[in-house]
């Protein structure tokens, strides 16, 4: 966990016995884990399940941060026909506490072997090692938007992609920008200055970052985890030389008849209070030959409540970023804290993991909650467990779900009530991806 306030302590799985490789062909798949010397064979059936090509020097950078034991292929008929990977982090949640959870990665299956229990053996392994771990909850970013909501996944932060000229992009004058100074620094040394202000900034939503993880992001390959050769690294120190928020960012250069247009590309921007971002923001805004500045946003960022023109700022799509499984409901609805005080008995359905079923009592005093089994009492609401994980860091409303017919509110006003305790302020967000 992250320094200054709690966290839940990770156990050890237990260790599966490897599955004989030469085992003869089944039925029925076969999971086993493999370690890093394996993952040649892994990003091949990745691959060809995803129709893309890894470079071999990316594999070699993945190699580095892959964890024994939960990296694994599956087999059927004697042939590796899947993979499905997850990482160990630490998921922030509202009120700055960390839990424990399990961030599930490249799960593919090959064309010939679709349709054949694969992709449910795949997330029974990763689900029943991660509870076996204690960690609380498992999380992923989706391919595609039909696939996880079956296995109890939910949309728990959403992104825009956002466009800015810069010719428009002057602020309010009574924007809230930080004094202090900007400098560049070396993208190479640079791993343990900004992991220090990650760690600070104890925004909902934020996972954690290795060691390991911090060399990918900063590194020359290009991932979906981060990484550019063309990356540049600003970072906003305070009145007293502390550095209190940072940039990662590119330009690509593009010249018109009339002069330069360079485009801005925004890896992310993270600081310990959004003054500070928004210094980094200014100066990167005011960049000289940036015709148009491009970066991934939460829907309430900052930045569009301080643009003297509100149009400036264009939403060019708007998707899921971080689905949550919660795991242990009751150690993740305690772990967080809560906008207003009451009491809700939560009805919670799991149809893949059902012994995790059945009725929930959060109680909220002062701020801090408490959730406990509550077999045999009366709910308030009725949910699926992916709609709350939807809801578990305020990224969406019990109302809206109740609209839609997903949650059925058994008590008269519990929806309102359970939006009132739930809300987060700002909304959940990360910047890692995985």
Known sequence: GRPGVPSLRRVTAPQHPPADRAAAPTDEPVVRAIGAEDLDAYYRIDAASFGVRHDPAQVE?????????RFHLVTLDGVDGGA????????????????????????????????????RALPDRVLDDA?????????????QG?????????VATRRRSATVPVARSAFRPDAPVAGGRVRIVDRAGAAGLLADVYSRSTRNGTLSRSAAWWEVVLGDAELFIGGHRDHLVAVHDDAAGIADAYAIYRTEERWHDTGPAHRMEVREVV?????????????????DLVDHLHAPLPVDHVLGDVLEDPRALVTEGERDVLWCRPLDVAALLSARTYAADGALVLGVADRFRPDRAGAYRLEVSAGCGGC???????????????????CSLGGSSFRRLVRAGRVREVGAGAAARADTMFTSVPLPWTDTLF
């Open 372 to 390: 406990e089994r509550a077999d045999g009492s009366a709910v308030d609401l009725e949910l699926d467990v992916a709609d709350l994980g939807a």
């Open 271 to 287: 600081g310990t209070h959004p003054a500070a971002e928004l210094a980094l923001w200014r100066t990167l805004l005011d960049h």
């Open 84 to 119: 499905a990977g997850s990482f160990a982090f630490d998921l922030t949640v509202p009120g700055g506490a960390t839990v424990p959870v399990c961030g599930i990665s490249d799960v593919g299956v090959l064309p010939t072997h679709r349709r054949r229990g694969l992709l």
């Open 61 to 69: 950078v993945k190699r580095t941060i892959v964890e024994p034991g």
């Open 146 to 154: 039909t696939i996880y909501g079956r296995f109890g996944f939910g």
């Open 131 to 143: 509870a076996a771990r204690g960690e609380v909850a498992a999380v992923l970013t989706a391919s």
